[in-house]
């Protein structure tokens, strides 16, 4: 009888189970319903920055900061070597009874006091960057005492960025933000240690944040030299030079400051800062990121805290007329958009010994510049958003070197078209698809803006660019090359020449939108290219019908055998990583479709996508796998290597599949940009410090609403926008909104409980599409859309012409 009842009780959770899965998949993709696919983001690593300062400091999810000079090749591991990093870590550790807590001699991965990988963070809310991290009891505080650190990178004057080479300064400030009924406690304890920087970082989420406590002593002695008065001290943390180190200013509520020099029980430098356990206790700190004298730190600390903040605020507070304004009725987009681009604009540089200015591949780790993720943090986040002034900056450095460095392939010689990455910048992968994305990016912007400056200074470099890829697709070569696409170079960071579909995308699409812009600016030389392009993309085509025909089948779900389509071109059919890399997802051949090469509805790309969906490695795979380095497949519609490679969301974007649109955007919102601090990750659980996935999401919210790519000539508004944008309670805006026919601003809400969507549309043209087309969102219920006063019926899949 027993045995029966577990028997029905096993079939109802069956049953269960199977209901929930399909009322899920019925339910369409939201914040609130992503949220519950995606755990927040582990290891989270934060920049504050100043803009256009080759120097960043970095704040860890346990509020650990760390300054790191730049720049410095983070990527060549000088700590395997045993060999110091120069700058500072600094450790933040809360303490209930003012005791030292236990410091790990043996490598370990970082985690917070009560196990945890996610830290409790977010931002102030004003224009300047300031981040927050709070520590309550299980983090290390007195019961019902909640600590807050704040900190913000701070260059001293508060302008721009001129020579890279001004001093920058963290300030951080330490607060008893609260006190509970039930405290006990009379004094709040901190102890601050003081390091070299010590933490390596990694794709992998199990072996970043992994803390090497044999490289934390710090270079030379340190001692406290107080300051301040009796009951409000303050101290100079110095070197022996008498340089500072760290600043703990006076007039704060620090009842008292000590300094623990390394000794037989610890090994490093802490401060024990001891504030009252009363709500609004503080105490400010203030860490040049170089060591300076006391005279050369003197102005700003004749400013403090609050005036270096006056003085941050005002400078990103600064917003062009041009830029885009988005608002939806789900807070976490809101926030990710704007924070996002404020990131990205945080993680450039001036270079000291030549004064250009240059986005950065990442913060930290990535310090330096891999060519095509940031131009797609220019062409899929900055240009989209309306702020084209820094695109323009950014981009400035590819046209002051354009030809100076060889492209990455044994059969290329120099070229006076070519784009590669500069020398001052070099992370040491040079990428076939760096051309291409440089190309695309300045022809994309100048036909985003019709800046008539910006197209009298590209113009030629552009002319010369398209010439590069027209005269290297004509190149001879050995076999077993493939004719009529580019010879066999390196495209990513396996450094090994050959014909990848990836680097034949990005050129092709690159050609594509310059002979668009040329086209558009009534160049003689348009139809040349035009030709060009389609000569090249039916080579490209061709050499991946002929090598898909060779390859491997796959049999999905239904016993239907599919292609493994190739991610090479060439007639080797061994060439290119094979269809278990990672890669293959991320550089492989369903990037074909956001190319413009292929159409998602061609047989060869339905079967590159479901491979990743319902494939192999997805029968295969370890339920909660999420390591880069496994084979690749989607979950929830992201890639399980590097979610800003899903490719896939440009299938469903062009075959009007919303459902899996959504999944995709909203997966990428939710599980690859982290909900508290909205700094994206290069793989889920690994890097941060970055803008990779921010890319790809913003771009896809853009096109959800405003979409002047899916069909050229043609602006389609609202045509998959998310059900969870259109409230009755709130308006969603999409203010500015640039296209390559000028800026449109779009509003709309839903009235008379549901039935009438209110719209507001104000375009401002330079050039008129062939057609607007509004297409009437799925909402239930819905029967009419008013236009700027003007009533149409709303019928279901239709759209409105405008």
């Known amino acids: 009888m027993r045995t029966c009842w577990w028997l029905i009780l096993a079939v109802l959770l069956v049953l269960w189970t199977i209901s929930h899965a399909m009322a899920q998949a019925a339910e369409e993709p939201s914040v609130a319903l992503a949220s519950t696919w995606w755990a927040e983001l582990r290891n989270v690593v934060t920049p504050i920055a100043w803009r256009d300062h080759p120097h960043r400091f970095c704040v860890v999810y346990d509020g650990t900061i760390i300054g790191l000079p730049q720049p410095q090749k983070l990527l060549r591991h000088p700590w395997d070597t045993g060999q110091p990093l120069e700058g500072v870590q600094l450790g933040f550790y809360p303490s209930p009874d003012g005791t030292l807590p236990r410091q790990p001699t043996e490598q370990h991965q970082l985690a917070l006091p009560n196990g945890n990988r996610v830290g409790d963070q977010g931002w102030h809310e004003c224009a300047a960057p300031v981040l927050w ?22 260059m001293s004057g508060g302008a721009e960025a001129r020579t890279g080479e001004e001093p920058v300064f963290a300030w951080i400030r330490l607060e008893v933000v609260e006190r509970a009924a039930q405290a006990t406690a009379d004094e709040c304890n901190v102890f601050v240690k003081v390091a070299s ?5 990694d794709m992998s ?11 934390s002593t710090y270079p030379g002695r340190l001692r406290l030299d107080p300051g301040g008065q009796e009951h409000r001290p303050g101290a100079f943390l110095v070197e022996d030079d008498r340089k500072v180190r760290l600043v703990v200013l006076p007039g704060g509520d620090a009842r008292s400051i000590r300094h623990l020099p390394p000794s037989d029980k610890q090994r490093d430098h802490f401060l024990q800062i001891i504030l ?12 040049p990121m170089v060591p300076s004298d006391r005279a050369a730190i003197a102005d700003e600390l004749a400013i403090g805290y609050d005036g270096a903040l006056q003085q941050t605020e005002a400078f990103w507070s600064a917003r062009p007329a041009t830029a885009a304004l988005v608002h939806t009725p789900e807070p976490l987009i809101n926030a990710a958009i704007q924070h996002s681009v404020r990131l990205a604009r945080m993680i450039s540089t001036t270079v000291p010994q030549t004064r250009q200015r240059s986005l950065l591949t990442g913060a930290m780790h990535y310090s330096y510049l891999w060519v095509t993720p940031t131009c797609m943090t220019k062409q899929m986040l900055l240009d989209p958003l309306g702020w084209h002034d ?8 590819y046209r002051q070197e354009q030809g100076r460095r060889r492209p990455p392939g044994p059969e290329f010689q120099p070229h006076p078209g070519h784009f590669g990455t500069p020398d001052v910048l070099d992370s040491g992968n040079h990428w076939m698809t760096d051309h291409g994305a440089v190309l695309h990016t300045a022809a994309r912007h100048a036909l985003l803006t019709a800046d008539q400056q910006f197209i009298r200074r590209w113009q030629d470099p552009i002319l010369k660019a398209c010439d590069f890829i027209k005269q290297a697709r004509r190149l001879p070569r050995a076999a077993p090359g493939a004719p009529g696409v580019l010879p066999p170079a390196e495209a990513t960071d396996i450094s090994r020449p050959m014909q990848a579909v990836w680097s034949d995308g990005w050129n092709y699409k690159a050609l594509a939108t310059a002979a668009r812009l040329l086209r558009v600016l009534q160049h003689p030389r348009a139809e040349e290219f035009e030709r060009e392009c389609d000569e090249y993309r039916q080579a490209i085509i061709a050499a991946l019908r002929a090598k898909a025909a060779r390859q491997p089948r796959w049999t999905d779900a239904s016993g239907r055998a599919r292609s493994i389509v190739p991610m090479t071109l060439s007639t080797d059919d061994a060439d290119g990583l094979g269809h278990e890399h990672p890669f293959y997802l991320d550089t492989g051949p369903m990037m074909l479709v956001w190319a413009g090469v292929l159409r998602a509805d061609d047989p060869l790309m339905r079967d590159a996508v ?6 192999p490695h997805t029968r295969e795979a370890v339920i909660g796998e999420l390591d880069w380095n496994v084979k690749p497949r989607l979950v929830h519609e992201v890639s399980s290597g590097l979610p800003c490679a899903s490719w896939n969301a440009f ?28 700094v994206s990750c290069e793989t889920i659980g690994g890097i941060t410090e970055n803008v990779f996935s921010a890319t790809l999401a913003v771009e896809l919210a853009r096109l959800a609403v405003v979409d002047d790519e899916v069909e050229p000539g043609t602006l389609h508004l609202l045509r998959l926008v998310p059900l969870a944008w259109c409230s009755a309670t709130e308006q969603t805006r999409f203010e500015n909104m640039p296209t390559e026919f000028g800026p449109v601003t779009l509003k709309w809400q839903l009235a008379d409980g549901g039935r009438t969507l209110q719209v507001q549309y104000a375009p401002s043209f330079r050039r008129a599409p062939q057609a607007v087309l509004l297409h009437a969102p799925p909402v239930k219920g819905l029967e009419k859309i008013v236009i700027n006063g003007r009533e149409h019926r709303a019928q279901q899949g239709a759209s409105i012409r405008l």
């Open 197 to 201: 920087p010590h933490m390596r970082f």
């Open 276 to 287: 009252p356990a009363t709500a609004g206790a503080q105490v400010d700190l203030l860490v």
């Open 133 to 154: 991290t709070r520590w309550r009891h299980d983090t290390g505080t007195p019961a019902g005492i909640t600590l807050r650190q704040s900190a913000f990178a701070h």
């Open 651 to 678: 299938h469903s974007h062009q075959l009007g599949d919303r459902q899996r649109y959504l999944e995709c955007m909203y997966s990428l919102f939710t599980g690859a940009i982290s909900r508290q601090t909205f």
């Open 390 to 397: 820094d695109v323009d900056r950014y981009l400035e450095i």
């Open 610 to 615: 479901e491979f990743f969906r319902q494939g």
């Open 205 to 215: 989420r199990d072996q970043t944040c992994r803390v090497m406590p044999a490289l």
